[in-house]
């Protein structure tokens, strides 16, 4: 990625940790004001330390009407982001049942309305100034069928289909819309033991984040409106769709039972 130096803000969302917190590092690096929206006051705290002048929101991104929250908020800080980085997102490893209901409302609300809300909201300033970008987050596994995470892998589908089409929208008013599918990313959402973790490491089947965001940031500014970065997003969903479907539900049971 070219580091031109740029002078506008970010908007980050999930930003006090892990891919966020990366894409916070990166931006910064480039020249962009910061602004930081968690629901983890602690960490946003850390990070306002790590970025001096950045901004911080806590705020959980998961309940209704949490997008007009934020607006309200930015609107009332002056805040008009160039860039907006749907990153917030959750994540559980469980067949649905009426125990987890009101995780799985969680996730669709955090991953499905409040990212079509704020880029509707955000993306309306973008096209009065005619120019800006928007990058959500998906994930590879929008692409293949996932027992026990059907609630997540369901709204990364969304994320990828709504981006694309949110994207051909958007542009002719000189806004770039970017939606990133990524592959196993190093970070805390994965609950792996140490040691598998780190073989997984070694062998490229899980990446850094510092490697998925710098490729991310560059599709964003490239104009790219899709990206689904690694080999492993080649590999696996054509491995998956190899499979028989009575071993993919084996399968599953087998990890969850584990």
């Known amino acids: 990625m070219k580091r031109t130096q740029h002078h506008g803000t970010a908007l980050i969302t999930g930003g006090s940790s892990g891919i966020g917190l990366e894409y ?15 629901n983890r006051a602690e960490e946003l705290a850390a990070a306002s330390e790590a970025f001096p002048g950045a901004q911080t929101l806590c705020l959980d991104l998961a309940e209704h009407g949490a997008a007009s929250k934020l607006m309200a908020w930015s609107d009332s800080k002056g805040i008009d982001p160039e860039v907006l980085v749907n990153n917030a997102g959750m994540f559980f490893m469980e067949y649905l049942s009426p125990e987890n209901l009101g995780k799985a409302q969680a996730m669709l609300a955090l991953h499905t309305e409040t990212v079509t809300e704020l880029c509707i909201l955000m993306g309306a300033r973008m096209k009065e ?15 293949i069928p996932a027992p026990g995470i059907a609630i997540y892998s369901a709204t990364k589908a969304y994320l990828k289909s709504f981006g694309r089409s949110f994207s051909y929208e958007m542009r002719p008013f000189g806004v770039k819309v970017t939606t990133v599918c990524p592959s196993a ?67 599953g049971m087998r990890w969850i039972n584990r």
């Open 24 to 38: 916070a590092r990166q931006l910064s690096a480039l020249g962009y004001s910061l602004v930081l929206v968690s």
């Open 129 to 143: 100034r005619g120019r800006g970008y928007i990058l959500n987050m998906s994930s590879m596994t929008a692409r």
């Open 185 to 251: 990313i190093d970070t805390g959402l994965y609950p792996l033991p140490e040691k598998l973790r780190g073989f997984l490491k070694a062998i490229g089947i899980i990446r850094s984040p510092q490697w998925l965001v710098k490729r991310a940031l560059r599709a964003l500014f490239r104009g790219r409106r899709v990206i689904s970065p690694g080999l492993m997003n080649t590999v696996v969903p054509l491995l998956v769709a190899a499979l028989p479907s009575a071993l993919i539900d084996r399968l």
